[in-house]
């Protein structure tokens, strides 16, 4: 062990030796060479890619040396200006602050887990060997970053920066936070009022105690004020099974909202409460970044105020706007490649963020489970995007988000926005979201809850997902992908936008059995027409509840392409017409197929006279064999109640029953456990 009084650890210049190897393994274009050259940098041996991915942990050792002993530290024990580094197995049994922290290879840094300590350091800490937070559940562990100067952050990719204050784990180190579960949060039960001390939820609340800190999202519809933004945040007094007594009672309402397709939505309640901490302050926000070849265990924690910022180049209304600052996000593996697989993120909660929550960035094989982020600036769940939109993003790949939430992602200032989101489907392969969250998103123009963004494609298993009071829409993709791409079991509700808006030019999508209802601009928009087998609406069931003029809309064409078919859909509620076709005269004409709808009251269908003549428009109503043609009238010629002319045509298909969704959704989070072993 070492420590230097009011001093900084400095890495060795690199000799020539080490630069030759630095350059040798920076040529190597296989997995392993990033891995060997982040091993390098960090100090640790030039390896291959380190453990076995599938690996068990290794079992935490608590025999060594106690922190509070001063014999260990050569007589003294460390102080808030000692730069520590342990070689060691060293136990903290104390409450202590330093400067900062180095756990070098082969040191291990263990918090005794029954007691609750709170580890403070004024600069890094780095992990070359093991840290451990794992507590029992009746004591909390806390590292805390208390001194943080976030005007001197550099940003930067592989190597630790004296002055961005955070966790670091490099070489082979291993990180545990390993908190007691807590069910990531339950849907209420019934409707909620303002005023409402008791709450009752859907499911158990597992883990739940007096104390917890909880965020009530909200359920009304966008036609009340602050539909996308009416939170409570509430203290827990006390739990009974399922009912949970607040402290204070609450101070908005949170209808349950009946959507149809089977599905009857409570308010998510997410519990914000971990005994594992790592945090900054409010006046200095920390990161966790990790480079290290090892797979970490991140489960049960909190990190708050994370994610630094720093003046940008532009301002709004003649005020400085900030900006994240590159690579230092609430918890983000950098371009670990293969060496990430067999990582489990669990449980854990980015709050109170400055910047992105969860960024597996070119890092394969990361499992986010329960996972929640509240009140976050920029894309909450994300990778970094390419640089600019000539070149593809880099991927990441067999990435899962399973019963996760981005809950009030923000942006500075709102007003720009565009194209926020709270999951960024980036590109890569093998990834799956399900059963996941998207709420209180706000942003401007394209803003959403899930984004496939443009030069990003990535296929993913896409189910059973919801979206709702955003303030923009529930789904946005803007992608010309080569790739066919299914979305099932969605369901979006009272967003501000679009329950879907689909774009950009030419894809194929396929969108089955969903449920789209009360979005404030309606449930679909049309951008995008097909390439190759073209996109399909396919058993949807879409209700505007009186908050649109439209269910369905097509806007503008920039591409010709193949058709867009909406079949065996339901499509009801909407103030004018089920299906609107607007596509404008600076771009291609509509070649859209209605096949085998029911519809609401109202016309079926309304052809826009400032649109273009159609390429196409083919309409078969549900219980009907023949298929119409629809056109622009000649003039002097009555429209019909289509704002259109018709004629006979022939559908592609023969006629098919309508065949509406029947949504699965759990009503709380999945089930998390402890690290084992």
């Not at 443009?454 to 829409?473: D, R, Y």
């Not at 894809?507 to 059995?513: C, V």
């Given at each position: 062990?070492?420590?230097?009084?009011?001093?900084?650890?400095?890495?060795?210049?690199?000799?020539?030796?080490?630069?030759?190897?630095?350059?040798?393994?920076?040529?190597?274009?296989?997995?392993?060479?990033?891995?060997?050259?982040?091993?390098?940098?960090?100090?640790?041996?030039?390896?291959?890619?380190?453990?076995?991915?599938?690996?068990?942990?290794?079992?935490?050792?608590?025999?060594?040396?106690?922190?509070?002993?001063?014999?260990?530290?050569?007589?003294?024990?460390?102080?808030?200006?000692?730069?520590?580094?342990?070689?060691?197995?060293?136990?903290?049994?104390?409450?202590?602050?330093?400067?900062?922290?180095?756990?070098?290879?082969?040191?291990?840094?263990?918090?005794?887990?029954?007691?609750?300590?709170?580890?403070?350091?004024?600069?890094?800490?780095?992990?070359?060997?093991?840290?451990?937070?794992?507590?029992?559940?009746?004591?909390?562990?806390?590292?805390?970053?208390?001194?943080?100067?976030?005007?001197?952050?550099?940003?930067?990719?592989?190597?630790?920066?004296?002055?961005?204050?955070?966790?670091?784990?490099?070489?082979?180190?291993?990180?545990?936070?390993?908190?007691?579960?807590?069910?990531?949060?339950?849907?209420?039960?019934?409707?909620?009022?303002?005023?409402?001390?008791?709450?009752?939820?859907?499911?158990?609340?597992?883990?739940?105690?007096?104390?917890?800190?909880?965020?009530?999202?909200?359920?009304?519809?966008?036609?009340?004020?602050?539909?996308?933004?009416?939170?409570?945040?509430?203290?827990?007094?006390?739990?009974?099974?399922?009912?949970?007594?607040?402290?204070?009672?609450?101070?908005?309402?949170?209808?349950?909202?009946?959507?149809?397709?089977?599905?009857?939505?409570?308010?998510?309640?997410?519990?914000?409460?971990?005994?594992?901490?790592?945090?900054?302050?409010?006046?200095?926000?920390?990161?966790?970044?990790?480079?290290?070849?090892?797979?970490?265990?991140?489960?049960?924690?909190?990190?708050?105020?994370?994610?630094?910022?720093?003046?940008?180049?532009?301002?709004?209304?003649?005020?400085?706007?900030?900006?994240?600052?590159?690579?230092?996000?609430?918890?983000?593996?950098?371009?670990?490649?293969?060496?990430?697989?067999?990582?489990?993120?669990?449980?854990?909660?980015?709050?109170?963020?400055?910047?992105?929550?969860?960024?597996?960035?070119?890092?394969?094989?990361?499992?986010?489970?329960?996972?929640?982020?509240?009140?976050?600036?920029?894309?909450?769940?994300?990778?970094?995007?390419?640089?600019?939109?000539?070149?593809?993003?880099?991927?990441?790949?067999?990435?899962?988000?399973?019963?996760?939430?981005?809950?009030?992602?923000?942006?500075?200032?709102?007003?720009?926005?565009?194209?926020?989101?709270?999951?960024?489907?980036?590109?890569?392969?093998?990834?799956?979201?399900?059963?996941?969250?998207?709420?209180?998103?706000?942003?401007?123009?394209?803003?959403?809850?899930?984004?496939?963004?443009?030069?990003?494609?990535?296929?993913?298993?896409?189910?059973?997902?919801?979206?709702?009071?955003?303030?923009?829409?529930?789904?946005?993709?803007?992608?010309?992908?080569?790739?066919?791409?299914?979305?099932?079991?969605?369901?979006?509700?009272?967003?501000?936008?679009?329950g879907i808006e689909h774009g950009a030019y030419l894809n194929d999508f396929g969108y089955r059995a969903s449920v789209l209802y009360g979005n404030a601009a309606g449930g679909i928009a049309v951008h995008a027409l097909g390439r190759d087998k073209g996109t399909v609406?396919?058993?949807?069931?879409?209700?505007?509840?009186?908050?649109?003029?439209?269910?369905?809309?097509?806007?503008?064409?920039?591409?010709?392409?193949?058709?867009?078919?909406?079949?065996?859909?339901?499509?009801?509620?909407?103030?004018?017409?089920?299906?609107?076709?607007?596509?404008?005269?600076?771009?291609?004409?509509?070649?859209?197929?209605?096949?085998?709808?029911?519809?609401?009251?109202?016309?079926?269908?309304?052809?826009?006279?400032?649109?273009?003549?159609?390429?196409?428009?083919?309409?078969?109503?549900?219980?009907?064999?023949?298929?119409?043609?629809?056109?622009?009238?000649?003039?002097?010629?009555?429209?019909?109640?289509?704002?259109?002319?018709?004629?006979?045509?022939?559908?592609?298909?023969?006629?098919?029953?309508?065949?509406?969704?029947?949504?699965?959704?759990?009503?709380?989070?999945?089930?998390?456990?402890?690290?084992?072993?």
């Amino acid at each position: 062990m070492e420590q230097w009084e009011n001093g900084r650890h400095r890495r060795p210049l690199l000799g020539r030796r080490r630069m030759l190897t630095w350059l040798a393994v920076g040529t190597v274009t296989a997995v392993g060479g990033g891995v060997a050259l982040r091993q390098s940098l960090a100090g640790a041996a030039v390896t291959a890619a380190g453990p076995p991915p599938t690996a068990a942990p290794a079992a935490l050792d608590e025999s060594g040396r106690k922190w509070s002993d001063a014999k260990g530290w050569g007589g003294r024990a460390p102080g808030p200006g000692s730069a520590v580094r342990i070689t060691d197995k060293v136990v903290l049994d104390t409450d202590a602050r330093v400067g900062s922290l180095l756990i070098d290879t082969g040191g291990s840094l263990v918090f005794a887990k029954g007691r609750s300590l709170t580890l403070e350091s004024g600069g890094n800490v780095e992990v070359r060997g093991v840290l451990a937070l794992a507590p029992d559940a009746a004591h909390t562990h806390t590292l805390r970053f208390p001194d943080i100067d976030e005007h001197r952050f550099q940003g930067g990719g592989m190597t630790v920066v004296d002055t961005d204050t955070g966790l670091w784990v490099t070489g082979s180190g291993y990180l545990r936070l390993d908190g007691a579960p807590r069910t990531a949060w339950v849907r209420a039960a019934a409707e909620l009022k303002a005023g409402d001390t008791v709450v009752r939820l859907a499911a158990d609340p597992e883990g739940w105690q007096a104390g917890d800190e909880l965020a009530v999202t909200p359920t009304a519809p966008p036609d009340a004020a602050d539909f996308a933004t009416s939170y409570d945040l509430v203290t827990v007094q006390r739990i009974d099974g399922r009912t949970v007594t607040l402290t204070a009672p609450l101070q908005h309402a949170h209808p349950r909202v009946s959507t149809g397709g089977g599905a009857v939505f409570g308010a998510e309640v997410l519990n914000l409460t971990r005994n594992v901490r790592v945090e900054g302050t409010e006046q200095g926000r920390a990161h966790v970044h990790l480079t290290s070849s090892r797979p970490a265990d991140v489960r049960h924690a909190v990190l708050s105020r994370v994610g630094p910022r720093a003046e940008g180049k532009d301002s709004w209304n003649g005020k400085p706007v900030t900006e994240p600052v590159l690579g230092r996000y609430g918890l983000h593996f950098h371009m670990l490649q293969d060496a990430s697989r067999g990582t489990v993120v669990e449980g854990v909660v980015v709050r109170d963020a400055g910047s992105h929550a969860f960024v597996p960035h070119m890092s394969h094989g990361i499992t986010f489970r329960g996972c929640i982020s509240h009140q976050t600036w920029e894309d909450a769940y994300w990778w970094d995007g390419p640089s600019d939109t000539r070149n593809p993003q880099g991927p990441s790949n067999d990435i899962t988000y399973e019963g996760c939430v981005a809950s009030r992602t923000v942006f500075e200032p709102n007003q720009r926005g565009y194209r926020l989101t709270g999951f960024s489907l980036g590109a890569g392969t093998g990834s799956t979201a399900r059963d996941c969250v998207a709420v209180g998103v706000q942003g401007a123009t394209g803003a959403s809850g899930y984004e496939w963004p443009e030069t990003s494609e990535g296929v993913w298993t896409f189910e059973n997902c919801l979206a709702h009071n955003n303030l923009e829409n529930g789904v946005f993709v803007w992608q010309n992908s080569e790739h066919p791409h299914t979305v099932t079991g969605f369901a979006a509700y009272h967003n501000g936008g679009w329950g879907i808006e689909h774009g950009a030019y030419l894809n194929d999508f396929g969108y089955r059995a969903s449920v789209l209802y009360g979005n404030a601009a309606g449930g679909i928009a049309v951008h995008a027409l097909g390439r190759d087998k073209g996109t399909v609406f396919d058993g949807l069931l879409i209700d505007a509840a009186g908050q649109s003029d439209y269910a369905v809309a097509t806007l503008k064409h920039q591409l010709d392409g193949e058709q867009v078919t909406l079949s065996r859909s339901r499509l009801t509620g909407y103030r004018k017409a089920g299906v609107a076709f607007r596509a404008t005269a600076d771009g291609r004409p509509d070649d859209i197929a209605v096949l085998d709808c029911e519809f609401g009251d109202g016309p079926e269908l309304w052809l826009d006279p400032d649109a273009p003549a159609p390429k196409q428009i083919l309409f078969r109503k549900a219980g009907q064999s023949a298929a119409v043609a629809l056109g622009k009238p000649a003039p002097g010629l009555a429209a019909g109640p289509w704002n259109a002319a018709t004629g006979p045509a022939t559908a592609p298909t023969p006629p098919r029953q309508v065949a509406l969704p029947a949504l699965k959704f759990t009503d709380s989070a999945p089930r998390t456990g402890r690290v084992t072993g």
